[in-house]
T-cell receptor, first 109, second 117 residues
């Protein structure tokens, strides 16, 4: 079992839909949780960063962490075609990040 | 803030040749990371530096790979005797740290895409 599991998709939604992206993990030492967005042939770009359990909102994006279930989510409201990208969850215990495989999201106009 | 810069963007080499990549981190960041990403996978950790000290290396980093950060600023990653399996995107990232606690997220460059023929 990999430390971080993420469904690779692709996930196809119409413009305006609410998108839910998820990751599960097995290492209970993880305490820092991040979501990155990666466009084709570009490096990952940080979207959201949370510490421990709870919710964090930033514009159309909401990140949720449930440490008891070892489950994290990213919600995107009012999705736009420009949101089409690969979304990577990442988490850390102390010093290095462990990434999921990434979920490819396609938002159609 | 000019972001993390990597050079070259794309490198094509023949099997058995040596290659070297360069990373310039965000200027005030003291931590520098190297990751490798293959198609359809998330980035995999290779190694990281705090200032000029290399603090951790992944078991993925075979003895053909060597990384340096001689003055605590830019870093180089060298691959000797390249193999086709080395074909991947090599990503550099940097962060700042407060004491020993990892509380600053990583900022990535756009990577160097290596193709070994």
């Amino acid at each position: 079992q990999k430390e971080v599991e993420q469904d690779p998709g692709p996930l196809s939604v119409p413009e305006g839909a609410i998108v839910s992206l998820n990751c599960t993990y097995s290492n209970s030492a993880f305490q820092y949780f991040m979501w990155y967005r990666q466009y084709s042939r570009k490096g990952p770009e940080l979207l959201m960063y949370t510490y421990s359990s709870g919710n964090k909102e930033d514009g159309r994006f909401t990140a949720q962490v449930d440490k008891s279930s070892k489950y994290i989510s990213l919600f995107i409201r009012d999705s736009q075609p420009s949101d089409s990208a690969t979304y990577l969850c990442a988490m850390s215990a102390i010093s290095t990040l462990t990434f999921g495989k990434g979920t490819m999201l396609l938002v159609s106009p | 803030d000019t972001g993390v810069s990597q050079d070259p963007r794309h490198k094509i080499t023949k099997r058995g040749q040596n290659v070297t990549f360069r990373c310039d981190p965000i200027s005030e960041h003291n931590r520098l990371y190297w990751y490798r990403q293959t198609l359809g996978q998330g980035p995999e950790f290779l190694t990281y530096f705090q200032n000029e000290a290399q603090l951790e290396k992944s078991r993925l980093l075979s003895d053909r790979f060597s990384a340096e950060r001689p003055k605590g600023s830019f870093s180089t990653l060298e691959i000797q005797r390249t193999e086709q399996g080395d074909s991947a995107m090599y990503l550099c990232a940097s962060s700042s740290t407060d004491r020993a606690v990892f509380n600053s997220p990583l900022h990535f460059g756009n990577g160097t895409r290596l193709t070994v023929t």
